[in-house]
């Protein structure tokens, strides 16, 4: 897949995440999190895991997140994925 | 730095005063005599009015690097802490200690007098902001955290000395007698500040419901005030009290809330006889409803409830649930009615709540209490201090003396918020040690302190989900992911005093 309009996906509420995603050249990943100190680690594998999953080699994701367990970072990301990239990928 | 027997790490000393390291929950013995103040007269035809907070100042003889307090039963509504402060600014007073029973958000108001030298430090917990510019090491101001039991004993043994303890009176008469129940600004019992009217070398009661002599029902006496000062308003009125406290819809929580009342019907307790506190949490009183519903059944005719008494103890007590109601701090408006109507419902100080330092408080007297955590450790610690990213934003309330008086203590909490695990590897501040907790309850599962074999067993035996603590956290850890620690400097920026008065941990500055 490949990013190629501004989309985002998920909501500000505790245990979710927003994502924002971008078309960009290279791959940028930001974390903001309300549990940064003890998981940022844990969700950037998480993002890291989805994109390679779907090929995604570049793009500008921006995540603010609020607690959200794995699951939801995935069904999230996916969905942000599927409004940002092009309708035939 | 020496560990504590919790392998917590406490300075030798903090704020110039020397430290003894918490040992355990019962032994440790107080030395000395109660504290004293200077013996007064007051003749026929003298008055203690007095026109303003600035009048009272002076004539409480207020200088520099002495200490005053307030009491905290109006909540995120007191003006009064504020005001004083603005005052003691206004005449060139500094390095004032603050030894109020309490602090709340509504408090951030004094950090520019304490960036301004006027306040250099907090004998009390604090509640939100200052707490939490403190852990990032952005406030010079040594904290002291005291339980609402630890608070009235450090008063009663001089460790703390108020030489001016401000009383919001929400109705007083002009000699001093006031009562909390009536006024504008009634809050119901005034608990905490009983102690401050006892042993503060002044004694300046503030109201904003001056009542013609004598104003009844006298919760502290006109014997022990020095000043009356009337004011316009002692605060927001909508903050005080919250109109109604209620039960929590949510799932999690009703679940943990059903298993807390199994847990209570399984331990033996529940039956004529029975003392019981909560908090005024959602869960708290979700587990009250369960156990009122369980009480009504089974025709139990309770002892007593305490604490911070809630509009659902009020309602057990006048089902006759409970013949009594020892009340600290009321929590609502039903309980403030109530303070003022029913015969069984009795205001009591924090001492005799909660001191571990007198000759038995009534929390020695409770079968069971249910607690609170941010979170808990395998060992059965707490915490409900700090968050779990470092900062300072809670009081430990009565938390550590309920846990230790009750026969029967039970945490409840959820097994995840916002991702982060109840149970730790390793807690970020130790408030309540884990000898003095029985049972830990989330949805996932009931954990029970090895100390008591045979309740265990009899949950097993009524098929409750009975885990090993170090299951629970294995179980909680494979949702969450295990979380890293956090970075602390070496900087203590507020201790966590223990009921006793030694050092159970410390606060150390975030490492940002």
Known sequence: MEIVKSAQSGTMQSSDLMIFLEPAEDLLIDIESTVKQQFEHLIRAQVEKVLELHQVSSGHIRINDRGALDYAIVARLEAGLKRACADHS | MVRNSLGRSIPESFNGQRLTPYQDPFSYSPQGTHASRALRRFNPGQSKLLGSLREAIEAADLRDGMCIATHHHLRNGDALLGAVVRELDALGLRDITIASSSIHPVHAELIPYIQKGVISGFECGVNGQIGELASKGELNCPIVVRTHGGRARSIISGQVQVDAAFIAAPTCDCYGNMNGSQGPSACGSLGYAHTDALYAKKVIAVTDNLVPYPAT??????????????????GDPGKIVSTTTRITRDPVGLQIAKYAAQVIEASGLLQDGFSFQTGSGGISLAVADQVRRKMQQQKIKGSFGCGGITGYFVDMLEEGLFQTLFDVQCFDLNAVESIAKNAGHLEISADMYANPFNAGAVVNQLDCVILGATEVDVNFNVNVNTESNGLLLHNTGGHSDTAAGAKLSIIT??????????????????TTPGETIDVIITERGIAVNDQHRELKNELLRRKLPVKEIQQLQEE????????????????VVALIEYRDGTIIDAVRKIKT
């Open chain 2, 217 to 234: 029902p006298i919760s502290i006496p006109q014997t022990l005030v020095d000043f009356v000062v009337p004011v316009e308003s002692l």
């Open chain 2, 413 to 430: 909490a959820p097994s995840i918020r916002g991702r982060l695990p109840i149970v730790r590897d390793e807690l970020t501040t130790v």
């Open chain 2, 476 to 491: 909680i850890y494979s949702v969450t992911g295990r979380p890293r620690p956090l970075e602390f400097t070496d900087e």
